[in-house]
């Protein structure tokens, strides 16, 4: 059964809607708002809408409910910043619970701009005590060094150096440390502090406020220590777990959105595998989870893997096929969770099913398009700038240097070839930029452009992950996070993704990482030392056709 | 069934002896030495036995043996402090597990005196740079603070502040702390961080080594922060768990031993529960447990709660009876987690068995005599002082102050009655400590005597608990575990537990706090404001009566 057989078959869609998060675990308390909020923090961005009930005075109905509106807005944002002041300042003996739940449920009752009021209030007036850090500087620095003429510590003097270093580290802790603290001792604080930072970075990525990346930068220090992996379980999730675990699978697939209960059921059947990582403090909810295929081979394209072949007997696989990765908490953002997980999966399958030898990825390469299109708008540009003589655009003659043909010459004859009359005194470049960004693709659906562009957009696209760099890194995010993890570039998969988002993405290109588990260490640290991109030789030898 | 029948019965004692120890889970690798040294770590004190075998040259065996050995410990503690340092000095990206495996491993093989070396070098070699910390000091204090004139703050300036101080905060960690940060990462990490504490506990009770002080207390907040309660599992703990989780609760049981097989199965059957604290990075082995007994009424003898009485139906039952608890880390000592397990515990047992309205212990007073005998041995010492004469004894004759009858006439003359002739010339409190300390508690066997001195060890041991003070606490550390945690002292019991332990601890009396839901909060605050011992009315009155 195909993909759109299946689609009719079903008509639901499950992906969640905010109604359907009212069966997720609660916060603190089942009744919580804190609930819908947890992953729809958007749907709280304004004040909810004042009833419709016409009010007995008489009065501009309307105008009253906004205000009665404004006014419990102001209220809420108060009581919130109270119960943030008691969870803060309230000595360590009292007792915290109410509090702690007084102020989350606050929090989730804001508006997004209300909550980015009540973060600022909190970097801002519970940092550290600036006066009383330069005042413990000083004592310290007024202290002589605790060695003698000899060379020899004083361990009399070493005491000193010791509590005055633990007085220090406490005093350059900010006083929103303790908040952090005890949310963490708390049921459900980490994932309200998850939530809170996924916040902080939605702000910070509209205004970028030094005293808020401070606190976000504090935050994540936290919650790295936090989150040790050691302390996460790794959960093979299958058909019988809770539907409230498997609707955040649906929720938060990113790569591959799941569209239907069948297409979830095959994901989780026979020949497939999915491993969350999951939180003791953060229960029913994988903060990362992977999914995998069992198969005879490196798997080619998505649509193998999710629809068109039934699975073989697990017993004649041979490859376990990482086929998606998606983390669930936009708030642990640059925490590296997937490094880990992809490490145990190995390990686990490896133990489980002895038979399997191949560990690879079918991963989407999602920054080629982009790259590409910018590539070729900007020689475009370039080119045209130069027909026109306009030689302001160019500073100096050396502006030239910026011109590259990304074309091989018999690339360009192909290309103008399979477009035909329309492209006559266009270059090469522009017509493969009119090509890709014609609506829905026309491109992939043309007999002649389509096995024209393949070779091109093959070089380019390994020329993109192979060699395209940031800060010494690949370019391509996906790339970046196999390649630190130890895997190599082994192949491109010409329309392995037919989606969408596939094309969009990559021009329906798809790439497979492989992990050599003799090699692993070693590629870590060559790519880490000299930036070097461990990739298969042809495709090396791709790149150098030109 | 009683007690001596049951002990005839098994013959079998199951206290795990080093070998039972071999079925645990391996810190890092099934056939590590770790084993058998995480809680034996003094079988490795010395360096192992030379095998018997001769040597080929015809030399004095035995020194040469002694030699090698001597070379293959020195050998050892080279190997492990390479390690350390390779574990802490490693770039980040550098693949640890081997290492980290290597340095536990290595610290496992160490005999205590090594380990103690090892420890020293770690605090003293891998301290914080104070050169560095202050050069950035100054550079600090060299900053204006960022407010202007008109006392707002300039959020330009904060950012360099911001950075400044997250420098500081770096610059303040020891080097240690890498070491510390990468072993939580690790699968069996933080089980190995906790030995290593309990060895640095040790060590200090012996040597009060400044040094190793700072590294005990850095690695104490560490811990605290990732034991978090949040994260730790509650779980009951019943006959159907592994036994190599059963025999953690047989070998740490430190309140009243396990005394057999069948012992242990009543503690985890009908009428009784069992519910430990476990870390998901600690695997199979609780780090706190507790044990209670669900019955009718409040019990008052450890005999009816482990022996005497069969189980009641558990549907009858309105107490929940807590007889035990017991920490299975001396690595975290000082850390409370009994706190968070008896609040969860009680919160479970309400959700489960409504029926149950009482929730108290029954508990030891473990300093009860120990206290009793220096006050009796004291006043002795002043009294034979006194009649001698001896005014070198007193500065002045402001001693006399010290002077206290402990006893009331009444209770005075009740014990020279029970006592008979020996007592001549001596005085009640003389008498009573020659009878406390007599061999075997053969006070305890007497029909005379034990009537007599039940009303006045019944109330010397309700003033120890209500009004003996350390720093404003209550003396008795269990007295001041529940206390802090919002218990109310109840009840004292009479000869309610007459083993060996119980007898020389408290004359076999035995108290029940209980916790009273609606005042937990309010006690904990008045114990830890006024240091007020919140207990039952007839207590206080028993005092009165002096």
Redesign the interface.
Known sequence: MNRRGLAVLMRTRIRPSSAAHSTELSLFSPTSEADKMTTNPEANNKPSEPSKQISANGGDPDSLHKFSAQVSAQRGFELAREAMHSAISM?K???LDSILREFSEGYFGLSMEDRCKLLLVLA?DYD?N?NQ??EL??Q??GLQ?PIDETGT?D??M??T??RM??N??HA??PKYDVLF?RL???????KFLSVLRADLLSIIEEDN???L??LD?YLKEKLV??L??????LHCITWDDPASLLEKIVAYEAVHPISSLIDLKRRLGVGRRCFGYL???IPGEPLIFIEVALMKNVGQTIQEVLWDDPPIPECEASCALFYSISSTQPGLSGINLGKFLIKRVIELVKREMPQICTFATLSPIPGFMKWLLSKLAYQSKLAEAESLDMSCFYKDSAGSAFRENLLTAEEERAILDAAGESTSGKNGMEVLLNLLKSPNHDWTKSDRLLPALKPILMRLCARYLLQEKKRGKALDPVANFHL?NGAVVERLNWMADRSEKGLSQSGGIMVNYVYKLDS??QN??SY?STGHINAAEDLHRVIQQT
């Open positions: 000595n003996t009292e007792v801002k550290l600036r850090v330069r500087m000083n310290y620095l060094l510590e361990e009399g070493l005491s150096f010791y270093e633990r220090l580290r350059l802790r603290e963490n001792t708390h049921p459900g604080g980490l406020i030094p005293s990346r401070a930068s220590t936090w040790s992996p050691a302390t996460l379980e939180h003791p403090a630190q692993i260490e870590v640290q880490f």
